[in-house]
């Protein structure tokens, strides 16, 4: 399989957020008015009014990336201000606004009109990674060798408690057709057969649209992992990337045994109640584990990927950082 991973790339999603009354502000326009792209970062709307996106450009390690989110945080909140609001990173709001969609655009509009009341209160902000792949068969291969730690990336990155659960961004994103752990797939042929159907029974609005928490970028030769609440922090953010890219490098290489979709459904669940803070589901196992010890299995597993490239020891010191918190 060629080699894969080399580049990496993060889009956060920040919520706005009126500063008197802490709750969620519709002032995306007039917020993106302010913001210019630059050669490290574009911005972007999203179907909320409440929430601005910042998509960095492919890197090639984590200082340059760090420094990437950094740089997109400080004109994200510069800009916010200049409008009066604030801006937070999290994966819900604590009060949401009673109109947050927009919808502004026609491909916003389809959604809007697809899935009704499931969007037109959805606030739910993600922190999304893009691995570069060199060709669709192996982002393919890749994709389902990954799958088993999709739900462990979304227990570590959990940053929207609600209603007694770790991740709620998680809860409300399970309310969309397909959303969750991908299948597997044969090919790159049974992929896109497989979202061509989804489009033809109605549940998605087109092919570039799809829930699953790991999928193929319809634009960019990526693995895009979507399993991450929005970080709290930077470090938080560069962590999901190192792991992320430290996967695909893994996946290139190293074959994962199969594990049933039913019990992936119930890892994600169990992440989303609990984050790190409680039990997890070991996939292979299909019983209740203790959380960190199957973050622990994850970064023994990208361990080689991650010493290879001299980041294990940063990825040890922010999962403590992590834990401090």
């Known amino acids: 399989m060629p080699q894969c ?57 984590m200082t340059a990336l760090g420094a990437a989110l950094q740089q997109a945080r400080d004109a994200v909140t510069a800009a916010a201000r200049e409008v009066g609001v604030d801006v937070v990173s999290r994966g819900t709001p604590v009060k949401a606004s009673v109109h947050p969609v927009v919808a502004d655009g026609p491909r916003f509009r389809q959604v809007l009109d697809l899935y009704a009341g499931v969007v037109d209160t959805y606030e739910a ?79 998605l609005v087109d092919a570039a649209q799809t829930f699953w928490l790991a999928r193929l970028s319809p634009k960019l030769p990526t693995i895009e992992f979507r399993a991450a609440d929005a970080a709290a922090t930077v470090p938080d953010a560069v962590l999901q990337a190192a792991l992320c890219r430290a996967l695909v490098q893994t996946a290139a290489v190293v074959e994962t045994p199969p594990v049933r979709d039913d019990v992936c459904a119930a890892a994600v669940w169990t992440a989303s109640r609990y984050g790190l803070d409680g039990p997890a589901v070991d996939p292979w196992r299909a019983c209740r584990v203790p959380a960190t010890a199957v973050l622990d299995d994850l970064v023994k597993h990208v361990a080689p990927a991650l010493e290879e490239r001299g980041e294990f020891a940063l990825v040890q010191d922010l999962i403590a950082r992590r834990n401090e918190t």
């Open 125 to 203: 902000s993600g922190c999304h990674v893009h691995v570069g792949v060199p060709d669709r068969e192996t982002a393919v291969v890749v994709l389902n060798r990954v799958r088993p730690w999709l739900p462990t990336l979304l227990a570590l990155a959990a940053n929207s408690a609600d209603h007694g659960y770790a991740s709620w961004r998680m809860v409300l994103q399970s309310r969309f057709p397909g959303s969750g752990v991908p299948p597997v797939f044969t090919g790159t042929a049974d992929y896109d057969a497989q979202v061509a159907r989804l489009v033809a029974c109605g549940t």
């Open 5 to 61: 991973a080399d580049t990496v790339g993060v889009e956060e999603e920040f919520l706005l957020v009126d500063a008197a009354s802490g709750r969620t502000s519709v002032r995306a326009g007039a917020v993106l008015a302010r913001l210019r792209d630059t050669e490290l970062t574009k911005f972007h709307a999203e179907l909320a009014g409440t929430q601005v996106e910042a998509a960095t450009g492919p890197c090639t390690d």
